[in-house]
């Protein structure tokens, strides 16, 4: 019989009732420090005092009135958002792959209304994740997440992950837009160097492509700076950005340039819920943390030394972890047995870890989380590391 939720997740027998900072508390009481922090979600941990505040305040004066209205609260996020990155303007969606199909849209529409409808394609990449909506799961087009859901939804080109030469030759006059994560997440926390992700600036500004780029995973402050490109000081067109947004509440935006956005005019796309007055409230005090005096500082302080201690764990247990990568709060360890044990192993030590593909855990934690708890993180770690050591050998 079938179960009463739609049986489409392998969920771990964990149920959590409450979390406090980088903690969860488990209906039998037990205490998870959690380094996954909702799959990079719950950006400032869970019960951020200002987050609640800004929820319930906003909780008993509106929730909704529908984008028929001028809703000021988005207003304020907007401007935010705009004062705070490349962006001209700013459309609000309620998740990462709802920001998927209008970046897509609107990279077509763009070409449309300047006159070259033929440039429709989006190029994409092998190991990429997009959503699972009909757009995002054709744009990243892998066999595990398109199989029996066809057909699919026409102009993407997908190509090698790395592979310049493909893309070069892959660009021409049916090409309308680049989709690319500066750092992949599900894909398994493989960033795209900083040169590479300048090279495909100038190789679209060359051929007028428009450059897409999804932060939802990287985005908000993971990687250290307020979004990914930064790192390379190159700007998108387009970007696509959720998870971290909401702190937990669902929430996602898409950013683009006035030029790139120019086909978006009123009646060409709209969202019922997207911006509405609750979900922008704890947005707006989201970025009021994100972007206060020395936040981001204290976040890569934060990542480089977590970055060292698992440096230090790879090198005590090279029969576990092969490697560290990926950037800021937003790493992953490359496992030597099935990803899936070792996150079974940190469960047995009360630590929340996400596995990735690439036989990826990733350690996405809150980004205020404290030097004390990174320790702990890395302990924790250590215990679960020596136990797989013991089972096999
Ligand atoms: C999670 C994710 C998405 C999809 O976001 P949803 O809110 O689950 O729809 C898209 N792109 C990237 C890079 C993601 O990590």
Redesign the pocket.
């Given at each position: 019989m079938i179960p009463s939720i739609l049986p489409t997740y392998n969920r771990a027998a964990l149920q959590f009732v409450k979390g406090e900072g980088s903690w969860l508390i488990e209906a039998d009481g037990r205490r998870f420090l959690d380094m996954g922090a909702g799959?990079?979600v719950n950006a400032l941990g869970h019960a951020h005092p200002a987050l609640v505040a800004a929820l319930t305040e906003q909780a008993g004066k509106l929730w909704h009135v529908s984008n028929l209205y001028r809703i000021p609260e988005q207003q304020d996020l907007a401007d935010r958002l705009v004062a705070a990155t490349f962006a001209d303007t700013v459309f609000f969606t309620n998740?990462?792959?709802?920001?998927?199909e209008l970046a897509v849209k609107m990279a077509r529409k763009y070409w449309y209304d300047i006159g070259q409808p033929d440039r429709t394609d989006i190029i994409t990449f092998n190991g990429?994740?997009?959503?699972?909506?009909s757009a995002?799961i054709a744009a990243a087009g892998s066999e595990k997440m398109v199989k029996g859901f066809g057909p699919l939804l026409p102009g993407f080109v997908h190509l090698d992950w790395g592979d310049h030469d493909a893309l070069h030759a892959a660009i021409n006059d049916r090409t309308a837009a680049i989709l690319i994560?500066p750092v992949?997440?599900?894909g398994g926390i493989r960033p795209l160097p900083d040169h590479c992700l300048k090279g495909l600036r100038a190789l679209c500004d060359e051929t007028g492509t428009l450059l897409i780029l999804?932060?939802?995973?990287?985005g908000m402050g993971r990687t250290g700076r307020l979004f990914a490109h930064e790192w390379a000081g190159v700007d998108p067109d387009i970007m696509?950005v959720?998870?971290g947004i909401g702190g937990g509440f669902?929430l996602?935006a898409v950013l683009a340039t006035e030029n790139a956005a120019s086909g978006m005019t009123a009646g060409t796309h709209g969202s019922t819920y997207g911006g509405n007055p609750l979900a922008c409230a704890v947005g707006s005090a989201v970025m009021e943390v994100l972007t206060a005096p020395g936040f981001l500082d204290d976040v890569r302080a934060r990542a480089g030394d977590l970055r060292q201690k698992l440096e230090g764990l790879v090198a005590a247990h090279p029969d576990v972890f092969i490697g560290v990568r990926g950037s800021g709060l937003m790493l992953g360890l490359v496992c030597k047995p099935s990803n899936l044990d070792v996150v079974a192993a940190c469960y047995a030590e009360q630590l929340i870890t996400v596995p990735a593909g690439d036989n990826v855990i990733r350690l996405l934690p809150p980004l205020n989380i404290s030097d004390r708890d990174i320790a702990e993180a890395v302990n924790r770690l250590d215990r679960a590391a020596t136990t797989l050591e013991a089972k096999s050998s």
């Open positions: 799959i990079a998740s990462g792959t709802e920001s998927c990429s994740f997009h959503g699972r909506s995002g994560e992949q997440g599900e999804d932060e939802v995973q990287c696509m959720a998870k669902p996602g």
